[in-house]
């Protein structure tokens, strides 16, 4: 029997998956086969290992430091009453608003030698600055601790959910068999949650590979900033690609572990009963100082770092800005590039539901593109740009940046499109179907208005997502088009915070919508 | 080692907001003994388990393990001090821990070897050496079950509280699980309570039987008192099928038997067998396993009597026969308790 031809449905998800795909392996495929240029050893010696040990020491440190706000504050928030407990449920995830990149320069003036933490410790001592040490944040842990304390709400996020769904009669059975606290928390809490929260750490740790912004303006020589400046100042373009493929390589691997970690791999729970929550109430002063701690991350992690900035933002230098071709250029990119990655993300969800082909392939490529960082993927773009001869400006850098969002964010795009379909019953195309109702009558009717809340989040976070995106404009940006995100980044790596501060503070404000929509949408699923 | 005592409920209430979940409740589990708890979903059959447990506190009342109080108006021992073992419906075993792990889990203050020792003790007792090393997931309902009430009695707890146990299991396992449990809690002599809402479970597996009711114990008994002396309606609803009828529609000389002059009766089907006495029209007839279920006709009457029974031969609609009745499971009830 002949085989079918591919129906003409398949042709844009494959498109598609060719557009998303494509910059990524050009990026990797100029890593492997880099030749001429500087010598491998060179490469090796002097930008590969430096710039991988950084970046792994700073993962390491981060992802201590994740796990360290993250999952007391998951544990506490999930299992007891204190005060301000649905308050801090909700506001811990707050920190994910804020870009690396805004994080350390709200914190690098915070630190500095004249910012208000020294300056109060010299006018209650008496010491000069010379007296005394005070931590630095432009180091490799400095950055750690800049990159856990906006991330780290990953994992706070996966172990809430995962302490949460755990069944009451579990904790109960190990309390009436002589569990005290401690001993439910690190013999059958952790260990039940232990897979979910290694998953959100690996997605956390992820996307700290990924930072450019914060490492960059903290001197700190990682991956991120390597391919950046390997083409860009040392006009390395093969080093540029060899650090890329490393990158895509650890970013790649944190993935694939979240995935595994989160697929079914972890311990399944035995008892569904009681699933809601039922809190113990703790007694004082264990409440008040659980308060405290959450308080204390939320300060250190969103609330002093936001109010520096608007204290930096009302100081008159801050009024020089000219925000007006900023917000026309972010507006206009950002428009732009939610458009054509939402396109993307529709088509992908559409054809993912019609063949497991189809879901697979999307799913692969577009998690292909989510780990591959900015920096890669502008890489990728100025490779194949190379290959073409056409100068980076005008319309083909603007085409080329969209093209490189769509191949970033089409994954972000999907997963809440995805999330609304998978809770759709399953026949309810087939029940379409037996009516009469198909192809474009189906999307129109059915499809289309289903996936409406689902798709409106997306769109949200694809516009949010690509407002904040720095290496990547960096590297295509044509003249005339800075962003809010770059002209920050720029004014931050001039020394000139107090101006970095306003276009910062937009992209948080921006930033708090969908973390807002994400926390009401997990308010409500823990609810229901 | 630990002395058994009773464990005793003393005038115990508990509300939430308006919602009186129980109220005044008594009750005392003797050591080994099986005290059955029955009443209908939302009865506080389950907060009453809660409150022994120490997972509620008592907004009044008492509870005590002999002379120690373990709950009043001005103390809680917590939970994890009570030394109280719970089973639960769908198990609750600890998912990264093995058979063994989770019953040496309440075992922390022996010495290693002493811990696998006893566990593998408790294993072998509920039949489950083979299955020592398998993981919660990797067994089956019986297998958790079984496994969930070695670990509540390896540390030789003062009571076991078993929430509505077998009720989760394969009605084709549910009997051999049940008898390794529960003759496992009657040679551990601690007091047990098995919350229920089958009662033929509680009639046939229960030293004592207690029946709740929006809160409230309404009547608690051996379980043969509780059945044929039932002091309320809902009592004898909670234990089997009774059905009600009017004095003056029964045969003369069942009146005569029947030692009471209330005008509604209520009776248990199997009261009415076949046998010397008034005839009846069989209006329909339905085989329930053991026994068959018969309306009977009552003559100048358009109301009919139950019947379980178990005829010779099948009975047709239409057929004539002879019942007689057992008095003793004819019951009367005042009128509020009805």
Redesign the interface.
Known sequence: MPRALPSLSAIPPMLIIVLVGLPVFVALFAGVAAGDGATWDHILQNRLLPYTSTTLLTLLIAGVIMLGFAVPAAWMISQYEFPGRRFFSWALILPLAMPGYVMAYAWADLMGVAGPLQSQIRDLTGLSARDYWFPNLFSVPGLAFVLGSTLFPYVYITARAAFSMQ?L??L?????????PLDLFW??GL??ALPAILGGLCLALMEAAADYGAADFLGVQTLGVGIVRSWTSFGEPNTAARLALMLVLIAGSLLIAARLYQGGKG???????WLSPQRTRLPQPLAWITTALCALILLVCFLAPISRLLWLAMESNARRVDLIPLLRATLALGVLGTGAAFVAALVFTLAAKRSAFLRMATRLIAAAGYAAPGAVLGLGALFLLRETGQPLAGATAIGLLLWIYVSRFTSAGVEPMQATLDRLPRNLDHAAQSLGSGGMRQFFRLDLPLLAPGALAAGLILFVEILKELPATLMLRPFGWDTLAVKAHAYATDERLAQATLPSLLIVLAGLLPVLLLSWRLSATERS | MTSIRPLIADQVSRSFGTVTAVANASLTLTPGEITALIGPSGSGKTTFLRLLAGMERPDSGQILSGERVLASASRHVPIEKRKIGLVFQDFALFPNMTVLQNVMFGLREYAKDERVHMAESWIEQLGLTHRRDAYPHHLSGGEQQRTAIARALAPKPVAILLDEPFSGLDPSMRGRVRDAALNAIRAAKVPALLVTHDASEALLHSDTIAVIAHGVILQSGPPDTLYRAPNSLAVARALGPVHEIERSNLPAEWRAEIKTDAPTLWYRPEAISLGKGPDFTVSGSRLAGPVTELCLKLPDSKDVLYSACQPGTPLKPGEGVQAMINPALFFEFAAEST
């Open positions: 069944s009669a579990t109960e059975a190990a309390r009436s068999l002589g569990a005290r013999r059958v260990p039940v311990v399944q729970q035995t008892s569904s009963r």
